[in-house]
């Protein structure tokens, strides 16, 4: 008579208790499941190298164009005393880089 209450209550909590894997379970000779996992995986793997990707040359784009701006002014305090000729240039330079 305990066996068959501890049995059933064993049965019981086991049966209660569900365990969801996200996970995809492919067989050993399954080659077409396996083929699709891989091919998930990577361009998972692909999309988060390339959101990396943008975030960084954002980064530097936004750096490059804060030196190029420091570096303009300075060129145009620098230019202030010099002959028209120097000015021109220096005007040449900054419609150059503004493209």
């Keep these: 008579m305990k066996t068959i209450i501890f049995l059933t209550i064993f049965l019981i909590f086991n049966l209660n208790i569900s ?3 996200s996970e995809e379970k492919c067989g050993t000779f399954d080659i077409s499941c396996k083929t699709k996992k891989f091919v998930k995986d990577t361009k998972d793997f692909q999309k988060s190298g390339l959101d990396k990707s943008k ?7 936004n750096t490059i164009l804060k030196v ?3 570096v303009v002014e300075d060129v ?3 230019a202030e005393g010099v002959s ?16």
């Design 55 to 61: 975030k960084q040359l954002d980064k530097n784009k």
């Design 19 to 21: 365990v969801f894997s």
């Design 84 to 99: 028209t000729e120097v000015k021109k240039g220096v005007e040449g330079v900054k419609n150059e880089i503004k493209k």
């Design 76 to 78: 145009k305090d620098t």
């Design 68 to 70: 190029k701006d420091k």
